[in-house]
């Protein structure tokens, strides 16, 4: 997590598991049982690889850093609510999915939510790894409207980084300021405030 970044990991991983469900919904067509006990367990198999790294746990990691520390306590209880919730509501429902889809459609139904997340994750997850508290204030602060064109501008940049294999220059999007800077502004402010002051005070 901390080597690739939770961002990265997910963005990665999110597609992975989509084909490994469709690849496990698509082998219940198969009408040779061999090979669609085949097609399943390697399915499975592999969206469990990709799951550990990514979709396992990020979710937590990245809640627990999300959340400011005067209720970071309350915001990671709810985070793990909530996927506990979803994961119940999964559980619950899968039968009645097959019976209503057929394997071949209850697999691509998740299939394709892995594909929406993926877009969603890239306009709206920001990246977390090795920023320090302080950092984390000045990420979460970029407005949610920018980081979606960054995440959509990144689109292009990573079919020419990963597809075209070329050298494009990564932009940067957090503006991030060292502690030395942070307090080196907050003199300034305080020196400019003392100034204006002095300055306003009335001639004897």
């Known amino acids: ?3 690739f970044g939770r961002r990265n990991l997910l963005l ?3 597609p992975c598991m989509a084909v490994c469900l469709l690849i496990t919904g698509f082998s219940f067509w198969s009408t040779s049982e061999t090979g669609r006990v085949t097609g399943v367990s390697i399915g ?3 969206f469990a690889i990709f799951y550990s790294p990514g979709a396992g746990p990020v979710p937590f990691t990245y809640s627990a850093e999300a959340f400011p520390l005067y209720i970071r306590d309350i915001g990671m209880s709810f ?3 909530t996927t506990w919730f ?3 509501v999964l559980s619950i ?3 009645s999915l097959i019976l209503a889809f057929k394997p071949q459609g209850a697999f691509g139904w998740y299939a394709a939510w892995c594909c929406i997340l993926w877009f969603l994750i890239l306009l709206f997850v920001r990246e977390t790894k090795g920023k320090t508290l302080e950092e984390l204030d000045q990420v979460f602060a970029v407005p949610l409207t920018t980081h979606a064109a960054y995440g959509l501008r990144q689109i292009p940049y990573g079919f020419k980084k990963f597809v075209l294999f070329q050298n494009p220059i990564p932009e940067e999007l957090y503006a991030l300021q060292s502690d030395s800077e942070v307090s080196s502004n907050q003199g300034d402010e305080k020196a400019r405030g003392e100034l204006k ?3 306003e005070k009335p001639t004897v």
Request: charged share 15%.
């Open 1 to 3: 997590i901390d080597t």
């Open 197 to 199: 002051e002095d300055v």
């Open 12 to 14: 990665f991983t999110f």
């Open 93 to 95: 429902t899968w039968p």
């Open 44 to 46: 499975i198999y592999l």
């Open 79 to 81: 985070a793990t609510a």
């Open 86 to 88: 979803w994961n119940f």
